[in-house]
């Protein structure tokens, strides 16, 4: 006789359709974006189109005298464009966001904070060993990682050829990044949550459960291969990307993740909320769009709080921590 199936069968096949439907909801949500995106693609871009083929002329000249320069030595040149340029604009930014931090000054910028009371200021202690962590990674991972990763990205794609891409195709390439950096980040990170790998790799960078800029790149040396590099490094590597994109896309995620762990809520930037709730509380908002957060759940209490109403870009200069405020506890 056909037996019917007991509660465990029943229980690990649901689970498994949860699962499966999850990911299927996850491509069907990319893949409209995606289609979207290239349905607006011309009439988003037209004046921009404008202004780049006025000037297209002027930044390949430069470009050409930079191959001239480096002529034999396209490595080099390689190397500043994908790795030191970015590093530049991660220290830049970081050095202004540092001195918030250890003076609480300028009070402009202060009083953005998000948790308030948290690093006002910065224990110094901690911050030096996070400063060591962040310029280990880039020095004995990420250089080496890049100039390793030269002959790749020659063999996609010269990334040092000579004709400049397209403001169609660099826009092209960003979305792409973009979204192959959300894919990769979300499932990376989460992974690095598992019991199995939290301890020993991921409760490093959880050490600051109210972060702070630099700490961005304040990982376990696996963690900043696996969940850091490779997310943002697979999109130009796929695509076979100019060193121009490549550039550009190396500098703005380092921007972006800092905004995210940087503490303040300052206007005209995106939200840092979900990523500092995160630190906050571990087991939500695991991705940098937040779609695939909200396609498996992962957001779900987030979404019933302040911060998430908070989640907006600030058009303002009030912060959003006084005009939506957290609820007074009681006594």
Same mark, same amino acid.
């Given at each position: 006789?056909?037996?019917?199936?007991?509660?465990?069968?029943?229980?690990?096949?649901?689970?498994?359709?949860?699962?499966?439907?999850?990911?299927?909801? %996850?491509?069907?949500?990319?893949?409209?974006?995606?289609?979207?995106?290239?349905?607006?693609?011309? !009439?988003?871009?037209?004046?921009?189109?404008?202004?780049?083929?006025?000037?297209?002329? #002027?930044?390949?000249?430069?470009?050409?005298?930079?191959? !001239? %320069?480096?002529?034999?030595?396209?490595?080099?040149?390689?190397?500043?464009?994908?790795?030191?340029?970015?590093?530049?604009?991660?220290?830049?930014?970081?050095?202004?966001?540092?001195?918030?931090?250890?003076?609480?000054?300028?009070?402009?910028?202060?009083?953005?904070?998000?948790?308030?009371?948290?690093?006002?200021?910065?224990?110094?202690?901690?911050?030096?060993?996070?400063?060591?962590?962040?310029? #280990?990674?880039? !020095?004995?991972?990420?250089?080496?990682?890049?100039?390793?990763?030269?002959?790749?990205?020659?063999?996609?794609?010269?990334?040092?050829?000579?004709?400049?891409?397209? #403001?169609?195709?660099?826009?092209?390439?960003?979305?792409?990044?973009?979204? %192959?950096?959300?894919?990769?980040?979300?499932?990376?990170?989460?992974?690095?949550?598992?019991?199995?790998?939290?301890?020993?790799?991921?409760?490093?960078?959880?050490?600051?459960?109210?972060?702070?800029?630099?700490?961005?790149?304040?990982?376990?040396?696996?963690?900043?291969?696996?969940?850091?590099?490779?997310?943002?490094?697979?999109?130009?590597?796929?695509?076979?990307?100019?060193?121009?994109?490549?550039?550009?896309?190396?500098?703005?995620?380092?921007?972006?993740?800092?905004?995210?762990?940087?503490?303040?809520?300052?206007?005209?930037?995106?939200?840092?909320?979900?990523?500092?709730?995160?630190?906050?509380?571990?087991?939500?908002?695991?991705?940098?769009?937040?779609?695939?957060?909200?396609?498996?759940?992962?957001?779900?209490?987030?979404?019933?709080?302040?911060?998430?109403?908070?989640?907006?870009?600030?058009?303002?200069?009030?912060?959003?921590?006084?005009?939506?405020?957290?609820?007074?506890?009681?006594?």
């Amino acid at each position: 006789e056909r037996q019917e199936p007991g509660w465990p069968d029943t229980f690990l096949s649901l689970q498994e359709g949860h699962i499966w439907g999850s990911m299927r909801r %996850t491509a069907l949500i990319l893949g409209s974006g995606l289609l979207l995106s290239v349905a607006f693609w011309n !009439s988003v871009t037209w004046h921009l189109q404008k202004f780049w083929g006025a000037s297209g002329y #002027f930044w390949q000249a430069q470009w050409e005298r930079l191959l !001239s %320069t480096f002529e034999g030595r396209e490595w080099i040149l390689f190397f500043i464009g994908a790795a030191l340029v970015p590093v530049l604009f991660f220290w830049g930014f970081n050095g202004l966001l540092l001195v918030v931090d250890m003076t609480g000054r300028p009070n402009f910028i202060a009083r953005y904070r998000i948790q308030q009371g948290k690093n006002e200021p910065v224990d110094s202690g901690k911050l030096r060993q996070a400063i060591h962590t962040v310029l #280990f990674n880039q !020095s004995f991972i990420s250089l080496p990682m890049i100039v390793f990763l030269y002959p790749f990205f020659k063999w996609c794609g010269d990334p040092c050829r000579r004709e400049l891409p397209t #403001f169609h195709r660099f826009l092209l390439e960003l979305a792409l990044f973009t979204l %192959t950096e959300e894919v990769l980040f979300y499932y990376s990170h989460r992974l690095l949550h598992h019991p199995a790998f939290y301890k020993k790799i991921h409760k490093k960078h959880h050490e600051w459960t109210a972060p702070i800029g630099v700490v961005s790149l304040y990982a376990h040396p696996i963690e900043h291969v696996a969940s850091n590099m490779l997310p943002a490094m697979a999109g130009p590597l796929a695509m076979g990307s100019h060193l121009s994109s490549i550039t550009v896309w190396f500098s703005l995620a380092l921007i972006v993740t800092t905004i995210s762990h940087c503490g303040y809520h300052l206007p005209f930037l995106p939200s840092p909320e979900s990523h500092d709730y995160h630190h906050l509380k571990f087991n939500q908002c695991y991705g940098v769009l937040g779609v695939l957060d909200h396609l498996h759940g992962t957001d779900a209490l987030f979404k019933q709080t302040k911060a998430y109403e908070r989640h907006i870009l600030l058009l303002g200069f009030t912060p959003l921590s006084k005009s939506i405020p957290d609820p007074q506890k009681m006594e």
